[in-house]
């Protein structure tokens, strides 16, 4: 993804990336995060709680809509907040698409304050989950 | 509403506003990179270690305090409950016949998070509520923690704070006729994490 080369205007709208969790990554993300929930590793027992395979954990949501956010935004922007909510589930293997269009550009000491609304969605269009990302976009960042 | 359901509820309201203090050591560069690594993420691993050759601080990655579910040492398969979450992790829940899903999170940065800092977190169930929708009744449980830097490496200041966390917790009656449908008021999204 190019990051923008300038601070982007309210409205903007980032380019969508598709994408899907595997199982190997739902285990290996439980595993460094020191989440047991079998939901998340053992089909047979997600089964057994009404869910089709293993389920994406919730964080891992919050980390996908923060990461694309920040790799659109590039190398000036810092994160400051994150907050989503988990509309629906998603599962292993399942195609999904990360969206986000910026709401607000306001200035701040650093630079600006950039808030974009996020989302994931599932292959039909529904809301998986929905959110914000607000980012401080410093207008000269001299170290990473 | 059912009786456990009432009984998380019950549990839940006597504790809001208890904090509880916990220690979530010594912030290492392999955590951060194994946490980086299953997000596929080389480029920060790259340049953690980098950093750490040429002996610069080398920050987390962003909700590396956030994404990480528990601290604690353990505890050992017994003491798991039967969905394989500790009881720290399901709160007031423990015994109960029912099942957890997390409904959502709001994380503020506050200070670098740097490699050879002490965290501590503090924890509190903030809001314990009855809610129905259309699949059913349920109980909302919203917690919330903050991390701090405690002794801390060179450049982290000693008590800042690092991060601050809400989020809430869904829980419900275990027996479950069918699939959570997309848009069921029980969010269905990741689990009780």
């Known amino acids: 993804m190019t990051a923008p080369t300038t601070a982007p205007i309210a409205g903007q709208t980032c380019p969508p990336h598709t994408y899907h969790h595997s199982h190997l990554q739902l285990f290996r993300f439980s595993a460094v995060s020191w989440n047991s929930h079998r939901i998340h590793y053992d089909a047979a027992f997600a089964a057994t709680e009404g869910f089709p395979d293993v389920v994406v954990q919730s964080t891992l949501h919050g980390e996908t809509l923060t990461r694309h956010v920040l790799d659109w935004a590039g190398p000036e922007a810092e994160l400051a907040s994150v907050s989503w909510r988990n509309r629906a589930t998603a599962v292993a293997g399942e195609q999904l698409t990360w969206t986000a269009t910026v709401r607000t550009v306001e200035p701040c000491d650093e630079g600006a304050r950039v808030t974009l609304d996020a989302a994931v969605l599932k292959e039909d269009g529904a809301p998986c989950v929905t959110g914000s990302v607000e980012l401080t976009w410093r207008a000269a960042r001299t170290s990473p | ?193």
């Not at chain 2, 010594?26 to 080389?42: G, H, I, M, P, T």
């Not at chain 2, 200041?157 to 601050?164: C, I, N, P, Y």
């Open chain 2, 1 to 193: 509403m059912s009786a456990a359901l009432e009984e998380v509820l019950g549990r839940a309201r006597k504790l809001i506003g208890e904090w509880e203090h916990e220690d979530c050591g010594v912030l290492a560069v392999k955590d951060f990179c194994r946490y980086a690594a299953s997000l596929n993420d080389d480029d920060y691993i790259r340049r953690a270690r980098a950093q750490e050759a040429a002996g610069e601080p080398v920050v987390a990655p962003p909700l590396f305090l956030a994404g990480t579910l528990s601290w604690q040492d353990g505890p050992t398969e017994d003491a798991l409950q039967r969905d394989g979450l500790a009881a720290r992790e399901a709160p007031c829940t423990d015994g109960l016949p029912v099942r957890h899903v997390h409904g959502g999170q709001s994380v503020r940065l506050g200070g670098p998070v740097l490699a050879g800092t002490r965290v501590t977190a503090e924890r509190a169930i903030t809001s314990a509520d009855h809610r129905s929708g259309r699949s059913g009744e349920f109980v909302l449980l919203g917690i919330t923690t903050r991390f701090t830097a405690q002794d801390t490496a060179e450049d982290t200041v000693d008590g800042a704070e690092l991060m601050a966390m809400d989020e809430t917790i869904v829980v419900l009656d275990l027996d479950l006729p069918d699939a959570p449908a997309e848009g069921d008021p029980r969010p269905a999204g990741g689990a009780a994490a």
